[in-house]
């Protein structure tokens, strides 16, 4: 089983960045696709951003396109999400999320198979 931990969250002025971490536990990391969701309170869960095994290719909802970019690297087990130019309603719980065994990631939540504990976003206007 793949244990994930999300850390680099906090409280930002509108327009400021943060760097979110997720550390992976397992030999799986290097061969799963990884996707950053996010959860507003009394929203569902939404996509936010996603990349292949290899890193060699992404996706980005569309609210976050040009602000937001995801990486791995794959020596650490880690995944990130550099969010820059953030806004009031990037606020919400960021969690990463893994699809193993080099399926081709996606959109839906119900696509992944863990997903950490979440850290909290914060961003004021």
């Known amino acids: 089983q793949v244990q994930l931990g999300e850390s680099g969250g906090g409280l930002v002025q509108a327009g400021g960045s943060l760097r979110l971490s997720c550390a992976a536990s397992?030999?799986?990391?290097?061969?799963?696709?990884m996707g950053w969701f996010r959860q507003a309170p009394g929203k569902e869960r939404e996509f936010v951003a996603a990349?292949?095994?290899?890193?060699?290719?992404?996706d980005y909802a569309d609210s976050v396109k040009g602000r937001f970019t995801i990486s791995r690297d794959n020596a650490k087990n880690t995944v990130y999400l550099q969010m820059n130019s953030l806004k009031p309603e990037d606020t919400a719980v960021y969690y990463c999320?893994?699809?193993?065994?080099?399926?081709?990631?996606?959109?839906?939540?119900?696509?992944?198979?863990?997903w950490g504990q979440g850290t909290q976003v914060t961003v004021s206007s």
């Open positions: 397992g030999r799986t990391f290097s061969s799963a696709a």
């Open positions: 999320e893994i699809r193993s065994n080099r399926r081709a990631y996606t959109r839906l939540l119900r696509d992944y198979d863990y």
């Open positions: 990349i292949s095994w290899s890193g060699g290719s992404t």
